[in-house]
């Protein structure tokens, strides 16, 4: 096994062993230590990867954010095939479900927010127009709605994710008036 596998296989271990220490512990509550021992490795092979755990959450959060951030450009305009496929990068992708859970990261759950309330504020005033809400209720309204969504989001996680992405979107489309 080439040295650049090993690696990636190390950088791999401790990004499962996050998710794994996620679903029981806070984020605050994890140590290097625990991260360590959780993917079977040294302190110091942490190390030789990440600073600290913050380093490592970091990495990781860039990566979702560019993808998410992604998702929500390609689908402007049409909620549904972005819904559907917020839900179906959640259902596949452990790492951003254990940082969107309860125990994961404030920054990233305000990153999830604010996007989802940016989305939900270009549809607002599409559908409502510059009448029917002033901008201060339509500002409240993507906040409402955004927090419904990741509350949503949360509960589905929560819940080990049984339903569908279809299912979920459904669901989401049915409840948000959007």
């Not at 998702?71 to 402007?76: G, L, M, Q, R, T």
């Amino acid at each position: 096994m080439t040295t650049d596998n090993r690696r990636a296989n190390t950088k791999k271990a401790i990004q499962n062993a996050m998710v794994t220490l996620l679903k029981t512990k806070s984020f605050d509550d994890i140590t290097t230590t625990k991260l360590a021992k959780e993917a079977g490795i040294s302190r110091s092979s942490f190390y030789t990867h990440y600073k600290d755990k913050f380093e490592l959450i970091d990495s990781c959060q860039q990566t979702l954010f560019n993808q998410i951030e992604y998702i929500f450009e390609k689908h402007v305009g049409d909620k549904e095939a972005a819904f559907l496929e917020i839900f179906e990068f959640l259902k596949r992708e452990q790492l951003l479900s254990a940082l969107i859970s309860a125990n994961g990261t404030r920054e990233f759950q305000a990153f999830i927010i604010n996007k989802v309330r940016i989305f939900i504020n270009t549809d607002l005033q599409d559908r409502f127009g510059r009448d029917e809400l002033s901008p201060v209720e339509r500002e409240y309204s993507s906040i409402y709605f955004a927090y419904a969504f990741f509350g949503l989001c949360q509960s589905w996680i929560a819940k080990g994710k049984k339903e569908s992405p279809r299912q979920m979107t459904n669901l989401i489309l049915k409840l948000l008036p959007l």
